[in-house]
């Protein structure tokens, strides 16, 4: 997860291309440049149906190996709000709600343990059996309602296809830091409009917010930074309570997925491709 994160500066850096990502039949196709990186990502749209795999090129297109696509997207994601939260979030942040106890969970977890101390997790899901399960993989605790699982929480993150918003702004903290990453369309939100209009909002890419990130589209908000800016910044501009809100974006998948595939070949594991 560390190596993840750090390869999320690259994908957030200046020598990128990402077009935005387009539906072909029954599944997502990205295609994406991070420095000397191409890749390509297929990934299905069937809701139960996570299939689909990252195909990685270097800088004269010769393959240099393929990622499973779902595993990726986890970690690249999880490693995305990682970075955000470090740059973000209160450096004394010490409690963090998991909303969500999917595919996407776990990897959510140990990435914000990487960049903050934690010494209290809140786990909570509409099927109460798997928050338990991952609270207790992480000595947390499952919380019966969303709002009970983020009063008093310094760091939240949310991964829910939710079309309502999963909690009160008055539930939330004043210096709260909010990783939003399950509402993919305009017609979805997690997150309450007051919280959106109010907080400093990072995004991972601004075009691909302005027609997908239903949690700014349905509260007006335009963000304030994407993160290729704010990393760009010398410090981070003050503020109380701030949101990254991601939909993903194809460097994002580039950057992880070759940085997979070199630790692969340094450990002498995986499977390259032979042009």
Same mark, same amino acid.
């Given at each position: $997860?560390?190596?993840?994160?750090? +390869? $999320?500066? *690259?994908?957030?850096? +200046? =020598? %990128?291309?990402?077009? /935005?990502?387009q539906q072909v039949g029954s599944s997502l196709v990205m295609p994406g440049r991070s420095g000397d990186s191409i890749a390509v990502k297929v990934v299905s749209t069937v809701p139960g149906n996570p299939v689909g795999l990252v195909a990685v090129f270097d800088r004269e297109g010769a393959p240099v190996g393929i990622v499973d696509g779902p595993t990726i997207t986890a970690?690249? %994601?999880a490693a995305a709000a990682g970075l955000a939260t470090h740059l973000l979030a209160p450096h004394d942040a010490s409690s963090f709600a998991m909303i969500g106890a999917g595919a996407m969970a776990r990897d959510q977890i140990l990435a914000i343990r990487q960049v903050r101390e934690i010494d209290r997790i809140v786990v909570w899901s509409? *099927?109460? +059996?798997?928050a338990q399960a991952l609270a207790s993989e992480f000595g947390g605790h499952a919380a019966a309602t969303a709002a009970e699982a !983020?009063?008093? !929480?310094?760091? !939240?993150t949310t991964a829910t296809p939710s079309e309502t918003p999963l909690f009160a702004e008055a539930d939330l903290s004043e210096h709260a830091h909010i @990783?939003?990453?399950?509402?993919?369309?305009? #017609? $979805?939100?997690e997150i309450p409009s007051e919280f959106v209009r109010e907080a400093?909002? !990072?995004? =991972? #890419?601004? =075009?691909?917010?302005?027609?997908?990130?239903? =949690? /700014?589209?349905?509260?007006?908000?335009?963000? #304030? /930074? @994407?993160m290729a800016d704010l990393l760009a910044m010398p410090s981070v501009p003050p503020h109380d309570q701030s949101l990254y809100k991601s939909v993903g974006?194809? %460097?994002m998948d580039v950057a992880a997925a070759a940085a997979a595939l070199h630790n692969a070949e340094r450990l002498g594991i995986g499977t390259t491709v032979d042009s």
């Open positions: $997860m560390a190596d993840a994160i750090a +390869s $999320m500066r *690259e994908a957030f850096g +200046s =020598d %990128t291309e990402a077009p /935005l990502r970690i690249r %994601t509409r *099927e109460p +059996s798997k !983020v009063r008093g !929480v310094d760091i !939240v @990783n939003a990453i399950g509402a993919y369309r305009p #017609d $979805m939100i400093f909002v !990072v995004v =991972d #890419d601004a =075009d691909a917010a302005a027609v997908e990130a239903g =949690d /700014l589209i349905q509260a007006g908000r335009a963000p #304030d /930074l @994407n974006v194809a %460097t």
